[in-house]
């Protein structure tokens, strides 16, 4: 299985400001033949199920405000808040689904500083 | 409206047997996989497997393998998942997700989730 390790495991910022997640995966995620990173984003709040935030490593779901980006490429990727709000305290997790089963980070919560 | 509708906690005994439910509407049940996540008390996201409703062609990770039993009634478009003997490590949230489609290929990513159903198994 693919192992998907995410770094840090908690942050704590200021509302406005930047939070920035990482995500490594054992093994490259890039398919070459279409050139795109298997790699997915979610969001779980407190109570409630994951929500999917990004795909394709950059692509956002509809909806999904425009603070959140994705990017990186074959083992290294990162979620960028881009101005954290109160509403985005959560746990973020990465995924794979290069090959199956498909693999979760273990979870990067975020909270206000 | 995509919705997938779990059936409520339970709470069952070591050794029992159990078999929770994810009921699909607002989209074609049969030609989408639907797939079970489990959630462990203060962790993270595991992936079980899945099923195709329209043919109830089912994959299983490793890890779940006999250990659980995935399967679809498509006249009620509904997954299930079952237990026939809990272990106290079966204590759980369990999510159904339904898995992408893009341009009739499906990947094993997750755009819908049910809204959870606790398991406690405790003597």
């Known amino acids: 299985d693919i192992v998907m390790t995410q770094s840090p495991d908690s942050l704590a910022v200021s509302l406005g400001e930047r939070a920035t997640i990482n995500c490594k995966s054992s093994?490259?995620?890039?398919?070459?033949?279409?050139?795109?990173?298997?790699l997915a984003w979610y969001q779980q709040k407190p109570g409630q199920p994951p929500k999917l935030l990004i795909y394709?490593?950059?692509t956002r779901e509809s909806g999904v405000p425009d603070r959140f980006s994705g990017s990186g490429s074959g083992t290294d990727f990162t979620l960028t808040i881009s101005s954290l709000q109160a509403e985005d305290v959560a746990v973020y997790y990465c995924?794979?689904?290069?090959?199956?089963?498909?693999?979760f980070g273990q979870g990067t919560k975020v909270e206000i500083q | 409206e995509v919705q997938l509708v779990q059936s409520g906690a339970e709470v069952k005994k070591p050794g029992e047997s159990l078999k929770i439910s994810c009921k699909g509407s607002g989209y074609s049940f049969t030609s989408f996989w639907i797939g079970w996540v489990r959630q462990m008390p203060g962790k993270g996201l595991e992936w079980m497997g899945m099923i195709y409703p329209g043919d109830s062609d089912t994959r299983y990770s490793p890890s779940f393998r006999g250990q659980v039993t995935i399967s679809a009634d498509k006249s009620i478009t509904t997954a299930f998942l079952q237990w026939s003997s809990l272990k106290a490590s079966d204590t759980a949230m369990y999510y159904c997700v339904r898995q992408v489609e893009l341009a009739t290929i499906t990947y094993n990513y997750f755009d819908y989730w049910g809204q959870g159903t606790l398991v406690t198994v405790s003597s």
């Open positions: 394709w490593a950059s």
């Open positions: 995924q794979h689904y290069y090959t199956t089963p498909p693999t």
């Open positions: 093994q490259s995620v890039l398919y070459s033949s279409n050139n795109k990173n298997y």
